[in-house]
């Protein structure tokens, strides 16, 4: 209980309680249930959901078989089907119900709902059509190689752990990369690593492996497109990503990133069956609102994945940002330092 102080015990039975107790919680949280895998949405269902634009935002998703609509911020409602391509909608964020049309092709994605008259677009969202999603960078790829190299990383001041980074594969191969800065398929379009690694700090390369093998029992595996970065790759995102991105979606290089601690992971769940990524409601580095962990659109099955990978992770002590799904910290990440080594030298260690 939070904010209180609770004795359950006096005399010497206290010492053998909190005893029983501590051996007690492994157990709890080893017992703890993960919701049953829910079935996917269908096929013309996928092809409608999405963002709504008008004077606000909606959301099109699909829970347990049935279209949903409602706020990004705010309370889903169900569609009842009233006829073709017509459905009434009642909502807690809107008074009575609404009849709402869907406009464009009979077969594609629609254009536009119209509620009650009122037209909302839709809006295009990249990963929807299978491409990553890109950024304009303010700067060119050499511009920011020689800004980096000009630039020096912030001093810290106190006591660090002694660093300790640990390549992934090398405590568990099983483990799959994806690897997205060490290619050009990544948000900015350029290839950052010449090397597809992922090293952690020990105790959270260890942590990872452990989520990895929990997931088996699920039928799914860790899927990684990130971990340490070197501080001079943050240093060039932050220049190329335009001010209104700023902040939320990419680290500021006068702090450091996590990801640089060596105490950051980016990742996703695939399937041990097939190797295939897990279907998720956004993709890795969107910068949208579909990033966000608590996103209310997408399908049941695709939430679902989202909060299996976050039991994954937060079970061996990683929490997830609060803006991106993808991304989770180690516990104590601030007691490593900024890292500037390269994964050459890494290698070569």
Same mark, same amino acid.
């Given at each position: ?156 001041? @106190? /006591?660090?752990? #002694?660093? &300790?980074? +640990? ?5 568990? $191969? ?98 041990? @069956? /097939?190797?295939? #990524?897990? &279907?998720? +409601? ?5 910068? $949208? ?61």
């Amino acid at each position: 209980m939070v904010g209180r102080t609770q004795r359950w015990w006096t005399g010497p039975s206290w010492t053998f309680g909190i005893m029983i107790l501590s051996m007690m919680l492994p157990v709890v949280i080893l017992a703890q249930k993960i919701p049953s895998r829910p079935s996917d949405a269908t096929p013309a269902q996928k092809l409608w959901l999405g963002q709504y634009v008008a004077s606000d935002t909606l959301v099109l998703g699909e829970k347990n078989g049935t279209l949903q609509l409602g706020p990004l911020s705010g309370t889903m409602g169900a569609l009842h089907k009233a006829q073709d391509r017509e459905w009434e909608w009642t909502s807690t964020s809107f008074s009575g119900a609404r009849r709402v049309t869907v406009h464009g092709s009979s077969v594609g994605r629609p254009d536009s709902i119209l509620i009650d008259g009122q037209a909302f677009r839709r809006r295009p969202l990249a990963e929807e059509d299978g491409v990553t999603f890109r950024i304009d960078p303010l700067f060119s790829g050499e511009e920011l190689i020689h800004r980096a190299k000009a630039a020096k990383p912030p001093v810290e001041q @106190g /006591t660090f752990r #002694p660093t &300790d980074l +640990v390549e992934l594969h090398s405590l568990d $191969s099983t483990i799959r990369y994806d690897i997205r800065y060490a290619s050009t398929n990544n948000f900015m379009g350029q290839q950052f690593y010449s090397l597809s690694r992922a090293y952690l700090q020990r105790p959270a390369a260890e942590a990872a492996v452990r989520a990895h093998a929990w997931l088996r029992a699920y039928g799914y595996g860790l899927l990684v497109h990130d971990a340490y970065r070197p501080w001079s790759v943050t240093k060039m995102f932050w220049d190329a990503t335009p001010d209104a991105m700023k902040e939320v979606f990419v680290a500021n290089p006068s702090k450091g990133s996590r990801h640089n601690r060596g105490c950051a992971i980016d990742a996703t769940l695939y399937h041990l @069956g /097939t190797g295939v #990524p897990a &279907d998720m +409601v956004g993709g890795y580095d969107e910068f $949208s609102e579909r990033a966000f962990p608590h996103y209310p659109g997408g399908t049941s099955l695709q939430r679902w994945h989202r909060e299996l990978l976050k039991a994954a992770l937060e079970r061996e002590g990683f929490t997830q940002y609060e803006w991106e799904w993808w991304h989770f910290d180690f516990a104590g990440w601030d007691r490593w330092m900024i890292g500037v080594v390269s994964f050459e030298e890494l290698e070569n260690e």
